[in-house]
């Protein structure tokens, strides 16, 4: 039951930084500036990153739910 909990969160997790990537990377840019967040780009490799542990976490978090489910 735990697992598939985990599972789950994994995924979502996994789902909005897949899909909100550049925004959660300006995000974390504007978290130590202190320019305003519309004034902060992130870089490339931010965003490749954050997609990457996107998919890195749906993968995980897929697994986690197989492995519950047998």
Request: proline share 1%.
């Given at each position: 039951?735990?697992?598939?909990?985990?599972?789950?969160?994994?995924?979502?997790?996994?789902?909005?930084?897949?899909?909100?990537?550049?925004?959660?990377a300006?995000?974390?840019?504007a978290?130590?500036?202190?320019?305003?967040?519309?004034?902060?780009?992130?870089?490339?490799?931010?965003?490749?990153a954050?997609?990457?542990?996107?998919?890195?976490?749906?993968?995980?978090?897929?697994?986690?739910?197989?492995?519950?489910?047998?």
């Amino acid at each position: 039951m735990v697992l598939s909990v985990v599972a789950v969160f994994l995924m979502l997790f996994g789902l909005v930084n897949i899909t909100w990537a550049y925004e959660l990377a300006r995000f974390e840019t504007a978290l130590g500036d202190s320019r305003r967040t519309h004034n902060v780009e992130p870089a490339d490799w931010n965003v490749k990153a954050t997609r990457l542990m996107g998919f890195v976490s749906l993968f995980v978090g897929t697994a986690f739910l197989f492995a519950s489910l047998t």
